[in-house]
């Protein structure tokens, strides 16, 4: 069964750092992309970035270049969002996905950015 | 970028209602292409992948179809349970996108 589980959310400062992770299980982790998708409170889904199987390629929304970045251990079987200079607008609850069709999802982790 | 119309945005249904929901995409994208139901305070749950096929464990009164621009998921006969949010996702190229939602209600 696969099994995704982020960590690292909370409450942050504009203009601060969050470093979310996520532990996947149950898949050859190395084989696959894997995603973040986020929601802000009461809104839709929002792709957030994208990294390729050895780390090699990956992507992100237009509104997180350069401020975010996505990476992976796969020795570890996780990926990292690393995010920097948040914003008001990053409050969200950020979701792990596995592969770019996201087919499976986990709990999520909500981060909050406020003063 | 790939922009993804979602229609209707919600709709109220009864149960044992047949219920259609579209997605367009702004060009086309093959049939890469994913459908999501949402339960308050809940994941995402993929329903239907590559357009039409149908994630295993997904009751079969869900169906997708379409390919290219155009995509339709189906629900067959509502049950209380498939009261929720329903997203697409195109996957064919970065930057990845949703469709706006739909909120299925109880009538």
């Known amino acids: 069964e696969v099994q995704l589980v982020e960590s690292g959310g909370g409450l942050v400062q504009p203009g601060g750092s969050l470093r979310l992770s996520c532990a996947a299980s149950?898949?050859?982790?190395?084989?696959?992309?894997m995603s973040w998708v986020r929601q802000a409170p009461g809104k839709g889904l929002e792709w957030v970035a994208s990294?390729?199987?050895?780390?090699?390629?990956?992507d992100c929304v237009d509104s997180v270049k350069g401020r975010f970045t996505i990476s992976r251990d796969n020795a570890k079987s996780s990926v990292y969002l690393q995010m920097n200079s948040v914003r008001a607008e990053d409050t969200a609850v950020y979701y792990c996905?596995?592969?770019?069709?996201?087919?499976?999802w986990g709990q999520g982790t909500l981060v909050t950015v406020s003063s | 970028d790939i922009q993804m119309t979602q229609s209707p945005s919600s709709l109220s249904a009864s149960v044992g209602d047949r219920v259609t929901i579209t997605c367009r995409a702004s060009q086309g994208i093959r049939d890469d292409l994913g459908w999501y139901q949402q339960k308050p305070g809940e994941a995402p749950k993929r329903l239907i992948y590559t357009a039409s096929s149908l994630q295993s464990g997904v009751p079969s009164r869900f169906s997708g179809s379409g390919s290219g621009t155009e995509f339709t998921l189906a629900i067959s006969s509502l049950q209380p349970e498939d009261f929720a949010t329903y997203y697409c996702?195109?996957?064919?190229?970065?930057?990845?996108?949703f469709g706006g939602g739909t909120k299925v209600e109880i009538k």
């Open positions: 149950g898949f050859t982790f190395s084989s696959y992309w």
């Open positions: 990294i390729k199987e050895d780390g090699r390629e990956k």
């Open positions: 996702l195109q996957h064919n190229s970065f930057p990845l996108t």
């Open positions: 996905a596995w592969g770019k069709s996201a087919a499976s």
